[in-house]
């Protein structure tokens, strides 16, 4: 059974950083583009990062994240991460890790929802003092 399953979330103040961890089974991570996504109360889901397969390795970022979040994989332990440092309100969401079941590399439009295919039940994120 193919599987995502998203940790580390939590409550931070601003300013404060987090690791969120994204454990998969039953497929291998590296052969695929993943992500991470994530959607604040009564917003769209929307693309924070992407990491091309270990063969390729380009990361990718939202602006309002970039400098600040780092995406990164694991491939002994078909794990991904998303280290959030400088946490602002802003960045309060459920957030959900994701896999393109068709290509290695991250597609132009990795930021939209609709080109990840499998999917974690996300872990939320509360940034506030």
């Known amino acids: 059974q193919l599987q995502l399953v998203e940790s580390g979330g939590g409550s931070v103040q601003p300013g404060g950083s987090l690791r969120l961890s994204c454990a998969a089974s039953?497929?291998?991570?590296?052969?695929?583009?993943i992500g991470w996504f994530r959607q604040a109360p009564g917003k769209e889901r929307e693309g924070v990062a992407c990491?091309?397969?270990?063969?390729?390795?380009?990361?990718y970022y939202a602006d309002s994240v970039k400098g600040r979040f780092t995406i990164s994989r694991d491939n002994v332990k078909n794990t991904m991460y998303l280290q959030m440092n400088s946490l602002k309100p802003e960045d309060t969401a459920v957030y959900y890790c994701?896999?393109?079941?068709?290509?290695?590399?991250?597609?132009?439009?990795?930021?939209?929802?609709?080109?990840?295919?499998?999917w974690g039940n996300g872990t939320l994120v509360t940034v506030s003092s």
């Open positions: 990491i091309s397969s270990s063969s390729d390795g380009s990361t």
């Open positions: 039953g497929f291998t991570l590296d052969d695929h583009a």
């Open positions: 994701a896999a393109d079941l068709y290509f290695r590399l991250c597609r132009t439009r990795w930021s939209n929802p609709a080109s990840m295919h499998y």
